[in-house]
């Protein structure tokens, strides 16, 4: 019995998605999916519903590359509303604790350092990590008492770009893992006035900015579905990029390992390789030799 044949087309690329707030993850890539018709499709790092801002989506071959856009420095700015803390850490939860008092500004800016660098932080009940197999959030939301350990993240900045004893709003630069409601559950704990995240918004990731996104509108009904769709190297754009022949690519493309040569040959490290504008296959440098672990297929 022969197979039905797909009617979908084939896509290769990145979309920057402006995600909106009250949509999943799960439901803007769908949209994204549909729109372009596209076989395959996947995003590079998970966006709460509350939050808004950039959302990588990565269609066909672009998919090999979303591990190096999700491994990528985040942006987020926030604002925290002080007073109380809720069971998931932002406004979508209930209420746990209450305070009647408010931070002054030189308080937060005091503790703030404590926040940066390499640090441990607990990540929030209602979070996606799994436990014995099973989300977090899951768990939570099913009455277990979730006991989350303290992992190891690297906050690059953390500053107050605006302030009131009742809310104030953060710019924060960090690594792959660290999540804001914790940021604002400890802050507000320390200050003993409790707090929670009522607004975010991802402003960077990996290689991609504000200015690289679109919104499902302008994709959708203003007919830039093609000016919003980069390139499936744009995802490979923070790695070192080695130039080789037609030759030496389909070799890479066989899985063959190549010896890369001149002055300016990268010694060791990930980088990939690129043939008439076309990425052909990314792996590590090892004595002088690239050794492909995946292949694009790609014409170059």
Known sequence: ???????????????????????????????????????????????????SGILPVAFGEATKTVPFVQDGEKAYRFTVRWGAETNTDDSDGEIARVSEKRPERADIERLLPQFIGDILQTPPQFSAIKIAGERAYDLARGGAQVELKARAVTIHALTIESFSPEETVFVMECGKGAYVRAIARDLGRLLTCY???????????????????????????????????????????????VVVDRDTAARLRRGGSVILRGRDAPHGGVVYAACGGAPVAFGEVVEGALVPSRVFNLPF
């Not at 690329?13 to 769908?30: E, F, N």
């Not at 302008?218 to 579905?225: D, P």
Request: glycine content about 8%.
């Open 195 to 241: 707090g929670h995240v009522t607004a975010l918004r991802r402003t960077r990731v990996g290689p991609f900015l504000e200015e690289d996104s679109f919104t499902l509108d302008e994709i959708e009904t203003q007919g830039m579905a093609a000016d919003a769709l980069l390139s499936v190297e744009a995802g490979l754009s923070e790695l070192p990029c």
């Open 1 to 51: 019995m022969s197979q039905k044949k797909s009617n979908r087309a084939v896509v290769d690329g990145w979309v920057v998605l402006d995600k909106p707030v009250g949509m999943t993850s799960t439901q803007a890539v769908s949209r994204l999916k549909r729109i372009y018709n596209a076989q395959k499709a996947g995003h590079a790092g998970t966006l709460d519903p509350l939050a």
